[in-house]
T-cell receptor, first 110, second 114 residues
């Protein structure tokens, strides 16, 4: 099925470092979502973006809706061990149907 | 806790069998979505129901079917199971439908077909 291109696929970082990941699409989207999934759990919504250029924060997390409307970015500042997990982006062009990215697996080294 | 309840949490069965996965949406949510997540993969949209009616279909096999009942809970039926059907199956719910209706996910049902 159709998926977004999410990068990096995985990353190991030291505790305290900042993290950046992004998601790109071949289609224009009007909503972007970022989810985090812990092992054995369902995805949990982190941030929702509705407007091109929008920058939204949730604690140490900041996400941006790309100006082209074909990409989105998620930054995590000062990472901590509990940031470990899989981060998914999801986008839609205005219908019910969200397309999910392939995920970025984050591992934090204490 | 997202408020979306899925049962069972784990299911182990044999090839050729049929299983039913159940989902109770968040209170007040009318839309239910089903997704399949294979090992180390993203989420594949299967099907959506809104207030009891099928709204959209994604990459759902003909061996799979779903329904949403008057009390808004939903069931996903998987039949003639194959080894490749082993995956996590997630249910999500939202208040309504459309791009601004955020989907909240349940904890999933892990299906193992042996």
């Amino acid at each position: 099925g159709q998926q977004l291109n999410q990068s990096p696929q995985s990353m190991f970082i030291q505790e305290g470092e900042d993290v950046s990941m992004n998601c790109t699409s071949s289609s224009i989207f009007n909503t972007w979502l970022w989810y985090k999934q812990d092992p054995g759990e369902g995805p949990v919504l982190l941030i929702a973006l509705y407007k091109a250029g929008e920058l939204t924060s949730n604690g140490r997390l900041t996400a941006q809706f790309g100006i082209t409307r074909k990409d989105s970015f998620l930054n995590i500042s000062a990472s901590i061990p509990s940031d470990v997990g899989i981060y998914f982006c999801a986008g839609t062009s205005g219908t019910y149907k969200y397309i999910f990215g392939t995920g970025t697996r984050l591992k934090v080294l204490a | 806790d997202s408020g979306v309840t899925q049962t069972p949490k784990h299911l182990i069965t044999a090839t050729g069998q049929r299983v039913t996965l159940r989902c109770s949406p968040r209170s007040g949510d009318l839309s239910v979505y089903w997704y399949q997540q294979s090992l180390d993969q993203g989420l594949q949209f299967l099907i959506q129901y809104y207030n009891g009616e099928e709204r959209a279909k994604g990459n759902i096999l003909e061996r799979f079917s779903a329904q949403q009942f008057p009390d808004l809970h939903s069931e996903l039926n998987l039949s003639s199971l194959e080894l490749g059907d082993s995956a996590l199956y997630f249910c999500a719910s939202s208040v309504a439908t459309g791009s601004k209706n955020i989907q909240y996910f349940g904890a999933g049902t892990r299906l193992s077909v042996l």
